[in-house]
Structures are given as structure tokens and as C-alpha cells.
């Protein structure tokens, strides 16, 4: 008996697998090879299911349920390979990890199937509507809405596969996909340490350093303290200090009293990057020298104390801010800006020295600062 056999003028072929029973049958319907298993072990059974199969497709080629054109889920394996490839030691390897994830698990079961020129303004919107209704939180009985910064970053995996396609001529133009009735989201100030908690922080670090609960603590106790003091009085990102090498930094009489400050060659996110410290940051950076002694190509912080930075902050009452906000280590930086602000710094020149863009700072950090206010410009009289 034949294998492989044809049926309405060769639209339709009849054919067996190895090791199975069943006949299968294919078709090519708006640009796509279709397949599937008729169940069937007979030959003029699996003739007939195959023919109901072929004409059901047709029918819905005809209603437009079936069009011609690449998927968007073919679209996002180009942009995987592409994306990996090309952003090659420029982008994080967790970065890249993160779109995979979103698009496997959330984008591809809801619009993996469908052609890319089917992917309109509206589709997304519905989308949108599904990922905030779709997930019920079980204590509750209420919808578990996806945070904004969640939405936000699979809307960009989104826009990423859509821009593939257009490059590769598979969609005409990009729809619009932004998210419509938005309203000004709320500015969030970064949670930081007003000058008070950051002397009542540095004080209970400075004596956990001197008096540690055990004593093989000691220098895990010492090194929080001189870490605090460096980051508050550099502004440096945590992701940076934690690359800074001994060799990237050089003590010299800089700024307006030729006090001895430190120059850092930085290592971050935006590449090499320099940043001239408070003078403060140099007796930290000293110690921790001296105490570990080391070498030029040693770092200087290869571990940041965590777990001991939010025990003393649990235990002083400042974990939060006054907005429920969490503090963390990215903290310290942003106390650096805010009292460079408080203290009539030029706004260039501190986003210049912590490697970000004066808009960041303004919104962030400036619109709650306020020494940024000038009670003589605001409260001006008109002589009567």
C-alpha cells in the first residue's frame, strides 16, 4: 500500500509517520502549511476527515478568520536571534533574559497565532484589559493587577517584535500602542535619608562598627559604616561601587578649599563614566585600604552588607519613608543629590558628576527639595 496519497486536484496529502497508525493529512491555506492526525487507521475514513478538515479551513480563509502573512510568534523568534546577537556585551544577559520571559509567557499565548498586520491599537488595548483581569488573587476574590513598571516592560518586548516585522517588510507600519486615557502618572521621590535620619543611620553604623554583636562581625560591621559614609558622600550608583577598583581611584586637592577629595573613574551601565567626591569619602575609602590591604586591582567594596544595612535600618524605624517607600542602598546616592541640592550645588554639574540627565534630577529629586524654592521670587510684592 502507498504511504502518501493526494486528494482535490493535490490540495489535500494523505500520509503515515513511522511508528503510527494514523494517517495524517496537510494543506498549504494563506501561506501556511497546515497539518494535523485524522485518528483514523482507515484509508477511506482518513479521505473524508481529511476533506472536512481542508474545506473547514477554506471556509474560514473566505470569512477572513485565516490570512496570509508571518505570525507574530515567527516574528518574535527573529527578534530573539537578532536582538542576542546584535546587543552582544552591550546589554544586561538579564535584560535580555527578561523580554524571553514576557514574551513566552505572556504575549505569545495571547496573540502568538495571529498574522502581524493583525496586531492593531485595539488588539493591544485588549491585551491590556486581559492581563489586568485574567489572574485572581485567592484571598481576595479580586483581580491581581500587574504592577505599572510590569506592563510597561512587556509593552517594549511588544514594541520590539512589531519593529522586527516592519524591518523585515512583514508589516506595513508600526501601530500606535501606547496606552490610551492616561492620565500624569504620580512623580514617586526616590526614598532617601533627610539629614537628621542620615546622621542617626551613621551614628548607629559607626557604633555597630565599634561595638559588633560577636566579634568575627567586626569587620562586616566596619566596612558598612565606611561603605554608607563613601556612597553618601560620592553618589555613586550601587552597581558601581561594587565594580570600583583601587586603581580607578586617585586622592588629589581639588574643589574650593583644595581639600583632598577623591577622582573615580566609574564603570556603570553608561560605560566609563567620572565622578569628583565630597571629602568626605576620603577617610572611608582609607580605611578600607588599610584594613584589607589592597591591592591595585582589588575592589574596593566586593560586598555590600545588606542583610546588616536593613537590620540597623529596622531597628532605627527607617526602613520606610514618609511615603511608604523602601530604602535600600540606592538610597545613599540619592541623599548625595538631594543634599548637593539643599546646599545650592549647580544642577548640571551634579548630574554631570553622578552620570544621569538634570530632567531625571528635576523630577525625582528637585520638585521636593525646598531649598529649590526662592521665598524672595515667590513671595514678591506690589507696591500700593
Known amino acids: 500500500m502507498a504511504t502518501r496519497h493526494s486528494l482535490l ?3 489535500v496529502q494523505l500520509y503515515m509517520r513511522p511508528n503510527s497508525p494514523h494517517w495524517q493529512c496537510s494543506c498549504s491555506i494563506a501561506g501556511k502549511q497546515r497539518r494535523t492526525s485524522t485518528k483514523e487507521e482507515s484509508l477511506s475514513r482518513a479521505k473524508d476527515v481529511a476533506r472536512d478538515w481542508y474545506l473547514g479551513l477554506m471556509g474560514k480563509y473566505r470569512a477572513g478568520e485565516l ?7 515567527t516574528a518574535a523568534e527573529h527578534f530573539v ?5 546584535i546587543t552582544e556585551g552591550e546589554r544586561n544577559k538579564e535584560y535580555i533574559k527578561s523580554l524571553s520571559i514576557s514574551l513566552n509567557v505572556h504575549l505569545l499565548p495571547f496573540m502568538g497565532d495571529r498574522v502581524v498586520t493583525d496586531i492593531t491599537p485595539g488588539l493591544v488595548q485588549e491585551y491590556r484589559v486581559h492581563r489586568m483581569t485574567s489572574r485572581i488573587d ?3 476574590g479580586l483581580p491581581k493587577r500587574p504592577s505599572r513598571s510590569t506592563m510597561h516592560h512587556e509593552v ?4 520590539h517584535v512589531l519593529k522586527t516585522a516592519n524591518r523585515h517588510g512583514w508589516l506595513p507600519y508600526l501601530p500606535d500602542i501606547s496606552a490610551p486615557y492616561k492620565m500624569s502618572g504620580k512623580i514617586a521621590h526616590r526614598a532617601w535619608f533627610s539629614p537628621d535620619e542620615y546622621k542617626a543611620f551613621y551614628k548607629a553604623t559607626g557604633e555597630r562598627a565599634k561595638n559588633p554583636k560577636k566579634e568575627r562581625w567586626r569587620s562586616a560591621c566596619e566596612d558598612l559604616h565606611d561603605y554608607v559614609l563613601f556612597m553618601v558622600n560620592s553618589g555613586l550608583r550601587p552597581d558601581e561601587a561594587k565594580r570600583i577598583e583601587i586603581r580607578d581611584i586617585d586622592i588629589v586637592a581639588d574643589g574650593p578649599g583644595n581639600e583632598e577629595i577623591l577622582h573615580i573613574a566609574v564603570r556603570g551601565k553608561r560605560g566609563v563614566g567620572y565622578c569628583k567626591t565630597m571629602p568626605g569619602a576620603v577617610i572611608p575609602f582609607k580605611r578600607m585600604k588599610e584594613r584589607h590591604s589592597m591591592e591595585p586591582n582589588q ?13 540597623l535600618l529596622d531597628e532605627l524605624g527607617m526602613k520606610h519613608d514618609r511615603e511608604g517607600n523602601p530604602r535600600t542602598s540606592y538610597s545613599l546616592r540619592h541623599t548625595y543629590i538631594c543634599f548637593r541640592l539643599m546646599e545650592g550645588a549647580d544642577i ?3 548630574a554631570k558628576n553622578c552620570r544621569t540627565s538634570v530632567e531625571m534630577i528635576e523630577k525625582y529629586y528637585a520638585s521636593h527639595i525646598k531649598n529649590m524654592l526662592d521665598a524672595s521670587a515667590i513671595n514678591v510684592r506690589r507696591a500700593r
Open 9 to 11: 486536484d493535490n490540495k
Open 67 to 73: 490570512k496570509e502573512g508571518v505570525t507574530f510568534r
Open 81 to 85: 536571534k537578532e536582538f542576542e546577537v
Open 138 to 140: 485567592k484571598k481576595t
Open 156 to 159: 517594549i518586548a511588544l514594541r
Open 299 to 311: 575592589l574596593l567594596f566586593p560586598k555590600i552588607q545588606r542583610e546588616l544595612f536593613n537590620t
Open 348 to 350: 548640571y554639574q551634579v
